[in-house]
């Protein structure tokens, strides 16, 4: 049997690429989440870049001014948002973590009166069929009670690590600063102490990722932003008004965590919030609640076509397995980062995906 060496060394070299891209992305990952405030002062720098330019061409100040201007700004409402963040998420979590208990009890309750009115006969179930689900709804709640503690131990815990926050904002800060000051300075450094070829692949790929994954995160940022503070400020007038909206911060941030996640959305935690409330006689709440979802999807709707260009070309059955794979390999953020590395190795690999994977590494031509 004939081999053809030349055509095995040429799939050898393209499978050797892909692997090495892939750890690559790997290590990069790695390593955004080891210098988190820097990767955190980065992405800042870039939201803040176009007021710094608008600042520079009307008012003709250098960039530094201009830098400094906008970055005092932006550092005091970081910095007072911050402090009013970390004061009231320890204040709900702890009332949240004391009162759990009651709740899921409550819910239990609701549940066994649920299965004591409704007449099973008609449906024709067993008794242990019954059983079954009375001891897997029991079990469900437990579980959710217990996630739902750990997750509140866990922010609570976070939050009053002081000293490890106050040094990461600081950090943050700091770097901030510098970015948006001497930003020509860094870049001609890094260009100065890489290779050409490595600059000018490196400045394609950047430039390809900014355009779609960085003007798709800026939109999507900007969307979650104002479903967060839609969702906050009606909690909040909700109370004060006089229903009973106990924990407005950590049900908007749920919100807006969970309006993050592709193909799911604030109607995901609101319109089963809405239902439960009118299961519970309190129907005013539940009506309200759907309002507010009403009010949030009309901005969304509104605000999304100018923000989002055009579509990032991602299927959402391939979103839906990045989605899943993030959960399983690093928890429930993975929901969120999933996605966005999916959006990464598409952006890398454009030119293999649009002539087929296998086809472009093992055929012959």
């Not at 980065?42 to 100040?61: G, N, Q, R, V, W």
């Not at 930003?183 to 900014?210: A, C, F, M, N, T």
């Not at 509104?302 to 390999?329: C, D, Q, R, W």
Request: net charge positive; proline share 3%.
């Amino acid at each position: 049997m004939i081999y053809d060496v030349s055509y095995w060394t040429r799939v050898g070299k393209r499978i050797l690429y892909v692997i090495f891209i892939l750890l690559g992305l790997l290590i990069g990952l790695k390593l955004s989440i080891f210098y988190m405030p820097f990767l955190v002062a980065f992405i800042i720098s870039l939201m803040i870049e176009p007021a710094i330019k608008y600042i520079m061409k009307k008012t003709h100040l250098t960039r530094r001014t201009s830098s400094i201007i906008i970055f005092a700004i932006v550092s005091i409402i970081i910095l007072g948002s911050l402090t009013w963040l970390i004061i009231t998420l320890f204040s709900e979590s702890s009332s949240l973590l004391q009162g759990l208990n009651d709740y899921f009890e409550k819910a239990h309750q609701i549940f066994d009166n649920f299965m004591t009115s409704f007449d099973f006969d008609k449906i024709h179930l067993s008794d242990e069929i019954l059983n079954v689900i009375q001891n897997s709804t029991g079990e469900i709640l437990n579980t959710v009670s217990n996630w739902i503690r750990n997750s509140l131990t866990g922010l609570i815990d976070v939050v009053t690590s002081l000293p490890s926050i106050a040094i990461c904002i600081g950090i943050t800060v700091i770097a901030l600063y510098f970015i948006c000051v001497d930003k020509i300075y860094i870049l001609d450094q890094i260009e100065h102490h890489l290779p050409k070829l490595w600059v000018k692949k490196i400045g394609s790929h950047l430039r390809d990722l900014i355009k779609t994954l960085g003007g798709y995160l800026k939109a999507e940022a900007t969307l979650i932003l104002v479903s967060f503070i839609i969702s906050l400020v009606g909690l909040y007038l909700l109370r004060i008004i006089g229903f009973n909206v106990q924990y407005p911060l950590l049900m908007a941030l749920f919100i807006g965590f969970v309006d993050a996640l592709p193909i799911l959305g604030s109607g995901t935690v609101m319109i089963p919030w809405a239902i439960l409330c009118g299961i519970n006689g309190d129907l005013k709440l539940g009506i309200a609640i759907i309002v507010l979802l009403i009010i949030m999807s009309v901005v969304r709707q509104i605000l999304e076509p100018k923000l989002v260009s055009k579509n990032i070309g991602v299927h959402p059955i391939f979103t839906l397995i990045a989605m899943y794979t993030g959960f399983k390999f690093i928890g429930v953020f993975g929901l969120l980062i999933g996605p966005i590395v999916l959006i990464i190795v598409k952006n890398i690999f454009a030119s293999l995906i649009d002539r087929g994977v296998f086809k472009t590494i093992f055929d012959k031509k």
